[in-house]
């Protein structure tokens, strides 16, 4: 069977980028998969592409690299309805609902159409109007399952896959490093300035533990002006960016999500896998999906001007028990092996088969 699954671009550092190529490789194993990236701005990937998986892409924007139509919109439009007219795979698996629409509208009615989305669209109009042309709709959790199914109301199937973790075997944390780490794109909506002014609170209690954040993005700027004047040059580390995550978290013994809203979960699921109870706020939603109290982590409770204090509070109570960190460690990696690629994708040829 072959396979095309759609990214907006497959060389960024994103979630949904980990999540799809973490997929395309595990099916890659009994089918020929290829991930269709719409932009390439970059020589190579940001994650590892498992060797069975081909790329290509619609609109090439490095620098030196010609094009036969002018720069902009128009062209990306073209050249992607010229892609998507001429598709000749089984399946096509896009991935925002953007393009979700433009496969709606222009893949070939023989081609099995699927959606994969994590959260309700911001523009729901088109989706309306499009999506019933799909053949279904995957959603990474339950919970957004219930909105896509209020929102298209008879439209095409909705059902729920979860995300995809690299197969086995992963990195596993000693939970013995004095060590919070925290990792994805520097920007406000992750909210890593409620982290660091938490984590002010446990360096005075904690001194002995530090913070490290990896990643980038725009917010770099005001995060380490925001360590300087908390006078935290000693206990808060900026590490960069890194392919390999999981790696980094499992020299951790806690990981940290400070996301004020949306957040696919894929750094929560990475942590777990490494064996790492995580702490995140549960009105966040992705974290919220995938961490239990008491069981593989702990939800904070978003209380306004205290949350900062009630994030201080539950990280310093983990610091301060380690046989609770080395208990839920326990839960976080049963909660992993279900994301598992290689016990993921099996869920994925079911649901093609019975669409088929």
Same mark, same amino acid.
């Given at each position: 069977m072959r396979i095309s699954l759609m990214l907006s671009s497959a060389y960024g550092m994103r979630g949904d980028v980990r999540s799809t190529l973490n997929l395309a490789g595990a099916l890659a194993e009994r089918h020929d998969v290829e991930v269709i990236s719409i932009?390439?701005?970059?020589?190579?990937?940001?994650?590892? /592409?498992?060797?069975?998986?081909?790329?290509? +892409?619609?609109?090439? !924007?490095?620098?030196? =690299? *010609?094009?036969?139509? %002018? @720069?902009?919109?128009?062209?990306?439009?073209?050249?992607?309805?010229?892609?998507?007219?001429?598709?000749?795979?089984?399946?096509?698996?896009?991935?925002?609902?953007?393009?979700?629409?433009?496969?709606?509208?222009?893949?070939?009615?023989? /081609?099995?159409?699927?959606?994969?989305?994590? +959260?309700?669209?911001? !523009?729901?109009?088109? =989706? *309306?109007?499009?999506? %019933? @042309?799909?053949?279904?709709?995957?959603?990474?959790?339950?919970?957004?399952?219930?909105?896509?199914?209020?929102?298209?109301?008879?439209?095409?199937?909705?059902?729920?896959?979860?995300d995809a973790l690299p197969s086995g075997p992963w990195p596993r944390s000693r939970m013995d490093n004095r060590i919070v780490a925290a990792g994805g794109r520097w920007v406000p909506v992750k909210a890593y300035d409620r982290l660091i002014r938490a984590f002010a609170t446990v360096a005075d209690k904690r001194p002995d533990w530090r913070l490290r954040l990896y990643g980038g993005g725009p917010e770099e700027r005001r995060l380490r002006e925001l360590v300087r004047d908390l006078d935290l040059h000693n206990h808060v580390y900026f590490m960069g960016t890194t392919p390999d995550l999981a790696g980094e978290f499992a020299k951790a013994s806690i990981v940290a999500n400070t996301s004020r809203s949306g957040d696919l979960g894929m750094t929560v699921l990475e942590a777990m896998g490494c064996g790492v109870p995580v702490v995140a706020f549960e009105g966040a939603r992705g974290p919220a999906e995938f961490v239990a109290t008491g069981y593989n982590g702990v939800l904070v409770p978003e209380a306004a001007a205290a949350d900062l204090e009630l994030l201080a509070a539950a990280l310093l109570a983990l610091i301060d028990d380690e046989r609770r960190r080395r208990s839920l460690a326990a839960g976080a990696l049963e909660t992993a092996v279900r994301h598992a690629a290689d016990e993921v994708a099996p869920q994925w040829e079911k649901l093609i088969s019975e669409l088929r």
């Open positions: 932009r390439r701005h970059r020589d190579k990937p940001f994650f590892p /592409v498992a060797p069975g998986v081909t790329m290509r +892409s619609v609109i090439d !924007v490095r620098p030196g =690299v *010609r094009h036969l139509l %002018p @720069r902009g919109q128009v062209r990306t439009e073209v050249a992607l309805w010229r892609l998507l007219r001429g598709i000749r795979s089984d399946v096509l698996i896009t991935t925002r609902p953007s393009l979700g629409v433009q496969a709606a509208r222009h893949a070939p009615r023989e /081609v099995l159409k699927l959606a994969r989305e994590w +959260s309700r669209p911001s !523009v729901p109009a088109p =989706v *309306r109007r499009y999506y %019933p @042309r799909l053949d279904a709709v995957v959603t990474a959790t339950e919970s957004t399952e219930a909105e896509w199914t209020g929102l298209l109301d008879g439209g095409p199937a909705v059902r729920t896959v979860p």
